[in-house]
């Protein structure tokens, strides 16, 4: 008669299972779905024009679409994954810096985030969220330059993208203006944006894509 597979064999497997998946989880990744993909519109060499109601104009370049990995912090390297961004990138120089549009997958959460770096004339517009929050959002209709867009989504700045008031802050986030409103389209992208701090209001100008 076979021995019995005891207890404490099953408490070994067990705990040999969850180091052997521990040890091996930096090396996975996770990843972005293509439906999740499919919120950035744009594409390379994609041409953006914005409109100030001051009266300003700049152009924004979309220079590339990039795919890359990321490995989780240091404290978590043991128990996360890798993380996977999908950033616009623009011709602004700036490689390490966000992309116009990132999207970004999170250890330990279900949601994934999406962050704005819109850099118009040396100055930087940032929004944040998540997915999760923008997708039980009803699709709105915008008017810009006579042409009516029924797919858009207004986005707010919830009180955590609040700008804290101290004079640490202030220089801290010096050329840093969270937007308060966001108008995206889930086809044509940014729209228009609203900062109520600096009273601007911008438009997108050309209102729809270029390719070269």
């Not at 959460?109 to 004339?121: E, G, H, L, M, Y």
């Not at 940014?190 to 601007?200: A, G, P, Y």
Request: aromatic share 12%.
């Amino acid at each position: 008669m076979k021995p019995k597979f005891k207890t404490k064999h099953i408490i070994v497997l067990i705990l040999f299972l969850l180091v052997g998946y521990v040890l091996t989880n930096m090396f996975r990744t996770k990843r972005l779905t293509e439906k999740e993909k499919a919120f950035i519109p744009y594409e390379k060499n994609d041409e953006i024009i914005f409109e100030s109601n001051k009266s300003e104009i700049d152009t924004i370049n979309i220079t590339d679409l990039t795919l890359s990995e990321h490995p989780p912090n240091l404290g978590d390297m043991f128990w996360a994954k890798n993380t996977e961004a999908l950033r616009v990138q623009t011709n602004n120089h700036c490689k390490t810096c966000d992309g116009l549009v990132s999207l970004r997958t999170e250890n330990f959460s279900f949601d994934t985030n999406v962050s704005w770096s819109i850099r118009i004339n040396c100055k930087n517009y940032v929004f944040g969220t998540n997915l999760a929050s923008i997708n039980k959002l009803k699709s709105t209709k915008l008017v810009v330059n006579g042409i009516e867009y029924v797919d858009v989504l207004v986005l707010e700045r919830g009180e955590r993208f609040i700008r804290p008031k101290d004079k640490f802050s202030k220089m801290f986030y010096n050329g840093i203006f969270p937007i308060d409103r966001l108008y995206w389209s889930k086809s044509n992208g940014i729209m228009k944006f609203e900062i109520i701090e600096t009273n601007e209001i911008w438009t997108i100008k050309n209102a729809v894509h270029h390719r070269k």
